[in-house]
């Protein structure tokens, strides 16, 4: 891993899944950044603009009904189901890895985070790298966000 800001930066989805082998209770967050993040750790609901109680992010942990499918095509399916918000949300916005404790629920049933310790930033090229992964399956599957009448 090279290092950005301080932080490392994994470059592929191999070092990613790596990671994500190796370690428990990491989680994705897509945002500017623990610089940004850090002092005042707590999202708003876009919906309401409500103040939530931390850091919300998607866990990466494997759960169980994925049934020792590989984990590299879990981890690209995590990337993959978010890899909308940079275009959402703004310049500067990109993935980054934290671990920390999950204090409650978002609305959309996501772990809001304290105590987050970034890990790394995640390359443009391994979100680029899950979505050939995802792509490559034999149903194809659409992103999370739905479009609406």
Same mark, same amino acid.
């Given at each position: $891993?090279? %290092?950005?800001?301080?932080?490392?930066?994994?470059? %592929?989805?191999?070092?990613? !899944?790596?990671?994500?082998?190796?370690?428990?209770?990491?989680?994705?967050?897509?945002?500017?950044?623990?610089?940004?993040?850090?002092?005042?750790?707590?999202?708003?609901?876009?919906? %309401?603009?409500?103040? $939530?109680?931390?850091?919300?992010? #998607?866990?990466?942990?494997?759960?169980?009904?994925?049934?020792?499918?590989?984990?590299?095509?879990? +981890?690209?399916?995590?990337?993959?189901?978010?890899?909308?918000?940079?275009?959402?949300?703004?310049?500067?916005?990109?993935?980054? +890895?934290?671990?920390?404790?999950?204090?409650?629920?978002?609305?959309? #049933?996501?772990?809001?985070? !304290?105590?987050?310790?970034?890990?790394?930033?995640?390359?443009?090229? +391994?979100?680029?790298?899950?979505?050939?992964? +995802?792509?490559?399956?034999? #149903?194809?599957?659409?992103?999370?966000?739905?479009?609406?009448?």
């Amino acid at each position: $891993m090279n %290092t950005s800001d301080g932080l490392p930066v994994v470059r %592929t989805l191999t070092e990613l !899944t790596d990671l994500v082998e190796r370690h428990q209770g990491l989680y994705v967050r897509w945002s500017r950044g623990p610089e940004t993040d850090l002092p005042d750790p707590s999202s708003n609901d876009d919906l %309401t603009g409500v103040p $939530m109680p931390g850091l919300s992010a #998607n866990p990466l942990d494997v759960e169980g009904w994925w049934e020792g499918r590989p984990v590299r095509l879990w +981890v690209a399916r995590r990337l993959h189901d978010y890899a909308h918000l940079p275009h959402e949300k703004g310049p500067g916005v990109r993935p980054w +890895v934290l671990t920390g404790k999950e204090t409650a629920r978002g609305p959309d #049933n996501e772990p809001l985070v !304290t105590d987050a310790r970034p890990m790394c930033w995640i390359d443009r090229q +391994v979100i680029e790298e899950a979505r050939t992964e +995802v792509d490559r399956q034999e #149903n194809p599957w659409g992103p999370l966000r739905r479009g609406g009448p």
